[in-house]
């Protein structure tokens, strides 16, 4: 395994501990086991049809870095990749705004996982917006004919807006709060890996 080199890691107090060992419920107690990805707040900012894209349009003027975010999304034995699931990804641009009405759909775009279960994107760190939320990105998870549809967000570790209780409501959150990496291509990278709750 390669050697990953961490950029930033910062300002974030870990507060989670292991769930192994519990048995988890979701808010609408259907939820078991410690490995399906938590879900998260759909806002009121998402829209269908969004482009088919792995590469959102990325401006050279933005003031931001470009990252790439990659993941695999498994089943919901924890182990089987799935193939062929799609996937919505948005978040706001780099003013906090969501892009709700143009025909160039910024900051957001859909894909499916590839034969192995993989998916990747790049885009830019998106700002903070509002009050008290912290950066992240939203996904929506389409269900499949074994799976129920996921909705969550992924989040960035050294956000001082994460607080426990605030955007990390269950321990088990912390598994979508990820450090930005250095990849072998020298880009900046973080993953998220998904797993689906069987329908
Ligand atoms: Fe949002």
């Known amino acids: 395994m390669k050697r990953r080199k961490f950029i930033k890691h910062t300002g974030f107090t870990a507060i989670a501990i292991s769930a192994s060992g519990f048995t988890l419920l979701a808010d609408n107690g259907t939820y078991k086991g410690d490995c399906p990805t938590t879900t998260d707040i759909l806002g009121p900012y998402f829209r269908q049809n969004a ?4 590469e959102l349009p990325f401006r050279e003027s933005d003031d931001k870095k470009p ?5 695999t999304v498994f089943g919901s ?3 089987t990749p799935i193939p062929n699931v799609l ?15 143009t025909e ?12 192995n279960g ?3 994107f790049t885009t830019f760190i998106p700002p903070a917006y509002g009050r008290v939320r912290p950066k992240h990105i939203h996904y929506l998870v389409e269900k499949t004919a074994e799976h129920k549809e996921l909705v969550t967000q992924l989040y960035f570790k050294g ?3 994460i607080k426990p209780k605030n955007w990390v409501v269950h321990p088990w959150d912390e598994k979508r709060i990820l450090d930005i990496y250095e990849n072998e291509n020298g880009e900046a990278e973080v993953r998220l890996d998904l797993y689906l709750t069987a329908s």
């Open 118 to 120: 993989d998916y990747f």
């Open 67 to 71: 990252i790439r975010v990659v993941g």
């Open 159 to 161: 956000d001082e807006r």
């Open 77 to 79: 034995d924890c182990k």
């Open 87 to 101: 996937i919505d990804i948005w978040h706001c641009d780099e003013n906090g705004n969501y892009d709700m009405q």
């Open 51 to 54: 482009p088919f894209r792995n």
């Open 104 to 115: 160039e759909f910024r900051c957001r775009g859909r894909f499916h996982t590839n034969e």
